[in-house]
């Protein structure tokens, strides 16, 4: 199914319809930046580090990333920073299992503590600035989504999810480094959700990511969130167009095209395809 074949679906009025192209539309535009990326700002994460293992998590945040604002830890024996070597390069990576140490942290550190309504529904963040870069996460169930909806164990599911943050904001991060662009809409979120699905269970489905995204269920929470501002009609189509492309990317997960390319290529691949790349290519 086309965009256009979308879009005659659900009766999209003119402008319900322009606003549906402008939404999917492929903002990548194939433009990949070629000068090589500044990381300069690791030497300072490299001193983090060093001094979090000689004194203590904890005093190495406050001290060095939450200075202004720092933060009282409930659990602080639980946190650890990483310089974690991705496929985008090294970045930093802070872990904040305990749930309100992460919202205190989060809020006090990227929103200079002043509490985000939606910090109880988040459970990564990620910090690109000039100076600094790294990624927080927490040990929340992604997406809010119950071990016993997938039918996993508890531990098991924490695990994964943590794998899922860590991979879906690494790519985030690597769109950013090379194509300029991070934002929450439905094509940076279909392709940061497949490389954390893939990579925490070895293998992609579609159901899981239109789980996570809400695409299938009554509420759609995250894909509510991405699509704020747009009407209910433009919603169903873009709903409509996350279960084409899930279930597209299905298929391509298990192509010889697929095995063949490296983790680069693949999101190189999908940030030049964009959402009508995708549905066209493998158009039924």
Known sequence: MTLFEIIRKYNLSDED?????????????CNKITADP????????????????ENSVAEALNRFVSSKYPVE???????????????AGEIPIIYVPDTDDFENFVTNT?????????????GASFAFG??????ILSAKPYSNVKASELGLGDEDWIHKSILIRREHECTHYY???????????LHDELIADFFGIYEAFGFYKASYFMHFIGAKGNSGDRLKVYTK???????????ETAVRTADILERWSVSDEFLKMTRSQRVDYLCRLGVQGILEKWVQ
């Open 17 to 29: 319809k322009q606003n549906y192209l402008d939404y999917v539309a492929n903002r990548f535009e």
């Open 38 to 53: 500044d990381y300069s700002f690791l030497e300072r994460w490299h001193l983090i580090l060093q001094f979090s293992q």
């Open 73 to 87: 830890y409930k659990k602080p024996d639980e946190l650890r920073i990483e310089i974690y070597p991705s496929f």
């Open 110 to 122: 990227i929103y200079k503590g002043i509490r985000p309504e939606h910090i109880a529904k988040t």
């Open 130 to 135: 000039k100076t600094t870069r790294f990624i």
């Open 175 to 185: 769109t950013k480094q090379f194509f300029g662009i991070s934002r929450n809409s």
């Open 229 to 239: 501002g747009l009407t209910q009609d433009v919603f169903e189509a873009v709903r």
